[in-house]
């Protein structure tokens, strides 16, 4: 039984490896090279986006975090939950659970009746995370589940529960438009009518507050780009020489999108020995690392158009930086 679990993990790593090369060369086959967000995230990336999340300049998470502090009762009353039916809270994503947290306490203060079910594609994240919430809220049923967010919500889907679905953090705006619709549309395919999608976006504001949101004056956010280059160094031996690369944000506040970019310093050769691959770099070339979409309504509505779901409410923090909106199935 244990060989198996064993065999099972190697067998994940050998095909997130085959993945991440694969990923890695399509990438930087393009005439725009372009190296996808979510490789940012491994244990240095992680550590480097708690560090991210407690700047000073970036805003996003502190705000979020203001709307669950100050508002959660308006956030219950605008899912308009009902106190004597059992529901389940879905959270995408989880992470640390820090917003989570000021919901949950008022969900049980007010005597609501429902299981918390954090989704992550992280065990070690979820175990940190139920740990937690069984020593600081022991009265909250958490039941983890680990893997594809998809995946368990299909196997969730066959209960006739009402459902809750929280995709919190501006996680939706890593993703170009279309590939959002499809995402929100997969999602309401795993839904049943009367369910609610709660959304946390970050809001189209000017680019002297957006900027350096992605340039913070520590280096965190340029380190936190940069990793992507060691991460490739380190598990696709390859040798990218990370002081020739220079982090660079840039924003387009009428479309309202920052995207993330490594810059080559200089005309250099890069090979990847996994990929057995020799990638040139111009001078001055560029590598698309991120993009970081922010939303107004009207292009939450576009998006939300070949969707199953309409905006119902909206809740915003005081200087009006961020929003949770309630989407209806
Ligand atoms: C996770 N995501 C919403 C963050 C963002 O703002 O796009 C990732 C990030 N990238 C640089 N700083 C933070």
Do not use: C, W
């Not at 605008?78 to 820090?98: C, K, R, S, V």
């Not at 992507?228 to 309202?256: C, M, S, T, V, W």
């Not at 991120?290 to 107004?296: G, L, V």
Request: aromatic share 10%.
């Amino acid at each position: 039984m244990k060989e198996t679990v064993v065999l099972n993990k190697k067998e994940s790593q050998k095909s997130t490896l085959e993945q991440f090369k694969k990923e890695v060369n399509d990438g930087l086959n393009e005439s725009l090279k372009t190296l996808p967000s979510k490789f940012f995230y491994d244990k240095k990336g992680d550590a480097l986006f708690v560090e991210i999340m407690h700047l000073p300049e970036y805003y996003v998470t502190r705000s979020e975090h203001e709307i669950f502090k100050d508002k959660s009762a308006s956030i219950i009353k605008a899912l308009a939950l009902d106190q004597d039916t059992y529901f389940e809270l879905i959270e995408l994503g989880a992470g640390d659970g820090m917003k989570t947290k000021e919901l949950l306490q008022e969900l049980s203060r007010e005597n609501y009746k429902f299981d918390y079910i954090p989704v992550d594609i992280s065990q070690n994240a979820l175990e940190k995370l139920e740990k937690d919430l069984n020593q600081k809220m022991p009265h909250i049923a958490v039941k983890t589940k680990q893997g594809d967010y998809f995946e368990v919500l299909e196997s969730l889907k066959e209960n006739q529960h009402p459902k809750v679905i929280l995709f919190l953090g501006s996680n939706i705006g890593n993703m170009p438009d279309d590939v959002a619709e499809v995402f929100i549309a997969n999602l309401s395919e795993n839904l049943n009518f009367g369910d609610k999608f709660f959304l946390g976006v970050d809001l189209i504001k000017p680019a002297a507050i957006v900027l350096p949101a992605y340039n913070d004056s520590k280096g965190v956010t340029a380190a936190f780009n940069l990793n992507l280059l060691e991460r490739i160094n380190r598990e696709l031996d390859a040798d990218f020489e990370i002081e020739n690369f220079k982090h660079q944000p840039e924003y387009d506040e009428k479309q309202g999108i920052a995207t993330s970019f490594l810059v080559s310093t200089k005309e250099q050769d890069v090979f990847i020995k996994k990929i057995n691959k020799i990638f040139h770099f111009a001078k001055g070339e560029k590598i698309l690392t991120e993009i970081s979409r922010k939303y107004n309504d009207k292009i939450l509505d576009k998006i939300l158009k070949k969707t199953a779901f309409v905006i119902k409410d909206r809740i915003t923090d005081r200087k009006k930086y961020f929003a949770n909106y309630v989407l209806e199935h």
